[in-house]
């Protein structure tokens, strides 16, 4: 006699709940938002997919945020990359970033068609740095040259945690950013030859630490000692 397949159905007090989680997601309260993504994380339900996606564009608080990213790797990739990645075409900026920072957590590197130059390049720091992360993440082998050549036009760029951000993931490329390194090395912008000199500073001794890196660059930038030293 063939096991008969049971169809789980559901109730009205389940619809109930999921209504009251919804809403809870829009709570005016950061705390309430923040149990109400846990919550969703905890028993992920596909039904709370497009709303997390939804959230993550306009959500105010990091921790909710980062709670957010992580009820969305709960659920299916199948299910989150596509409307993630559909969010990458979007005017907001935030919206962008953390579709960006989710994908990277996901690691689903059939993402990796949509981490276009333009996000690499974007105007936003926090969209382009999220975005250098992703890439790092999901470049598939023998295309890191290609995207080390991209983030090395950004060198020099923005503040110190930019370019933190920006040499932590060319570092993550391993070797093939020497090349690009080494002609950023001459190039007439003092800022990215002095970015480019700590990038490869810090390739080379992990251990040295960001500042004291570029702190050297500087001195290596005026004295043009860059190939003479280690």
């Not at 900026?93 to 996000?119: C, E, F, M, N, V």
């Not at 251990?207 to 050297?216: K, L, Q, R, T, V």
Request: aromatic share 4%; charged share 25%; with cysteine.
């Amino acid at each position: 006699m063939a096991e008969e397949v049971v169809v789980p159905m559901t109730t009205p007090e389940d619809d109930t709940n999921t209504l009251r989680a919804l809403q809870a997601l829009e709570s005016s309260s950061s705390s309430v938002r923040l149990q109400a993504v846990l919550a969703v994380g905890t028993t992920p339900d596909p039904r709370f997919v497009d709303k997390l996606v939804e959230r993550c564009a306009i959500e105010p608080d990091f921790y909710v945020r980062d709670m957010l990213t992580w009820a969305l790797t709960r659920h299916s990739s199948s299910m989150t990359v596509p409307k993630l990645i559909d969010e990458l075409r979007s005017e907001r900026a935030q919206a962008r970033s953390q579709a960006l920072h989710t994908l990277s957590k996901i690691g689903d590197r059939q993402a990796w068609p949509a981490i276009t130059r333009a996000l690499l390049t974007d105007a936003d720091d926090e969209v382009a740095r999220s975005a250098w992360r992703a890439a790092v993440v999901l470049v598939p082998e023998g295309e890191e040259s290609e995207l080390a050549g991209v983030l090395a036009t950004q060198l020099g760029r923005g503040e110190r945690e930019t370019q933190l951000s920006l040499s932590r993931a060319l570092i993550a490329l391993g070797k093939v950013i020497t090349p690009p390194l080494d002609a950023a090395m001459t190039n007439r912008d003092p800022r990215v030859r002095q970015h480019a000199i700590a990038t490869e500073r810090l390739l080379r001794n992990p251990d040295a630490g960001f500042e004291f890196a570029i702190e050297e660059a500087k001195r290596v930038a005026v004295l043009g000692t860059a190939g003479q030293e280690g």
